[in-house]
Nanobody, 119 residues
Framework: QVQLVESGGGLVQPGGSLRLSCAAS????????MDWYRQAPGKQRELVAT???????NYADSVKGRFTISRDNAKNTVYLQMNSLKPEDTAVYYC?????????????WGQGTQVTVSS
């Protein structure tokens, strides 16, 4: 049974930093992408950052230069380092991973972790 456990959210002042982690367990095949999404109240869930199995990364324009996504393949863990946080970064952050199996691929989601940026 695949399980994603997120951690690292919390309350931080504008300009501060947080580091999110998402550890996947029960994976029996290869992970080909690991992503972070976020959803603010009243808004649609949006893609924040993605990292492929080859460590290629991509970011939403709103976080470029401030957020960094990374992964530890040995631990099946993805991280999101968030610097220079702004109030508009306040949202529930979700990790998403894509696992490739013989007959296709499956997406898995974490439970979400709240990030609040406020003075």
């Amino acid at each position: 049974q695949v399980q994603l456990v997120e951690s690292g959210g919390g309350l931080v002042q504008p300009g501060g930093s947080l580091r999110l982690s998402c550890a996947a367990s029960g994976i029996s095949s290869s992970i080909f992408h690991m992503d972070w999404y976020r959803q603010a109240p009243g808004k649609q869930r949006e893609l924040v950052a993605t990292i492929t199995s080859g460590a290629r990364t991509n970011y939403a324009d709103s976080v470029k230069g401030r957020f960094t996504i990374s992964r530890d393949n040995a631990k099946n863990t993805v991280y999101l380092q968030m610097n220079s946080l702004k109030p508009e970064d306040t949202a529930v952050y979700y990790c998403n991973i894509g696992v490739r199996y013989v007959l296709g691929s499956t997406e898995y989601w974490g439970q979400g972790t709240q990030v609040t940026v406020s003075s």
